[in-house]
């Protein structure tokens, strides 16, 4: 049994990652975290999700229930996460960290861990994403060089804090890769005003943000007299709560480094 704690337990994500874990029969439940201070510390964690009275109460601090769990999932913040990571390499935890807008900063710091902490970072656990980025791989070898432009566009539902979408980065990150280009040379996020035609070479980023969508993500590639279009929709957050309790399970087995979805589904190159 995997020993699993949820930190931002009470979050849209959080609530999702306690029912996947009650639905896995390889994960139990040890734990689940609240911002500091908040009201809902003491709160039966299945009953925050709906899920039913799980006699585990949220605390507000790691500390608390430090020797009780193996694995942490993170779904939260940057800073959040990165404080976790410290606590991680602390206390030989291992980590799933699904948080996403991250500065390039951040990223460094994340990546000073991978030497002393087990860690799965990825910016979409879904089983289906992981498999369209290998799917984009061989459309972006095949076609980028052909002539077909490339744009990427993403949607996801109001509340979503950072843009684009950590998936529509990795998205690009991976056609750019195939391509030998880079994201901070041929990406474009903006276009406004007269921004003049577009290169040849640019990988276009367009964000949509309504409603309640769950999350979409589409990478175009057209040309003169046809277009591809490689589609991703998530349609419940239950798609990315499975993926990270299967990278929990995972990770719970490996030595310190710093993994992906790529490598818990075992489609990593090599
Ligand atoms: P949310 O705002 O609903 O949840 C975040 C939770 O973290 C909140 O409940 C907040 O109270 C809590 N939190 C903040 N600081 C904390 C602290 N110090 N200790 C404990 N809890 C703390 O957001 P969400 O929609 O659940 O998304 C969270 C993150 O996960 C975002 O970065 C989002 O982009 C990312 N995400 C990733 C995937 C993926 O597959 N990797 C999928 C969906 C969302």
């Known amino acids: 049994m995997t020993r699993v704690a949820i930190v931002g337990v009470a979050g849209r994500m959080g609530r999702t990652l306690v029912s996947a874990v009650n639905q896995d029969e390889t994960a139990t439940l040890a734990g689940g975290i ?38 942490l999932i993170d779904f939260t913040a940057p800073k959040v996460t990165l404080a976790n990571l410290a606590f991680c390499a602390e206390h030989g935890k ?4 699904g948080t996403t807008g991250m500065s390039d900063d951040e990223l460094e710091a994340l990546d000073g861990y991978r030497d002393r902490v087990p860690m799965v970072f ?12 290998k799917l984009l791989e061989t459309a972006a070898r095949a076609l980028g060089d052909e002539g077909y432009d490339i744009e990427v566009i993403e949607a996801h ?3 979503k804090v950072d843009a684009p979408s950590g998936t529509a980065i990795k998205m690009g990150e991976v056609v750019a890769d195939a391509l030998g280009r880079t994201l901070k040379e041929h990406g474009v996020f903006e276009r406004v005003g007269q921004c003049g035609p577009r290169s040849d070479t640019e990988i276009g ?3 949509v943000r309504a409603g309640d969508i769950v999350g979409e993500h589409t990478v175009m590639f057209a040309t003169e007299g046809e277009r591809i279009e490689i589609t991703h929709k998530a349609s419940s957050r239950m798609t990315f709560a499975k993926g990270a309790v299967r990278a929990a399970r995972w990770v719970s087995s490996q030595k310190a480094g710093r993994f ?11």
């Not at 990825?122 to 980025?133: E, F, I, K, Q, R």
């Open 157 to 159: 539902h109001r509340h």
């Open 34 to 71: 609240v911002e500091p201070g908040s009201s809902l510390a003491g709160a039966d964690i299945g009953e925050l999700a709906g899920t039913g009275k799980s006699g585990v109460a949220a605390v507000d601090s790691l500390e608390a229930i430090k020797d009780d769990f193996d694995v």
């Open 94 to 97: 291992a980590i799933v960290i």
């Open 260 to 270: 992906d979805m790529q490598d818990v589904l075992g489609l990593a190159r090599g």
């Open 205 to 207: 980023f367009a964000t």
């Open 122 to 133: 990825a910016p979409n656990m879904s089983v289906g994403v992981n498999l369209t980025l």
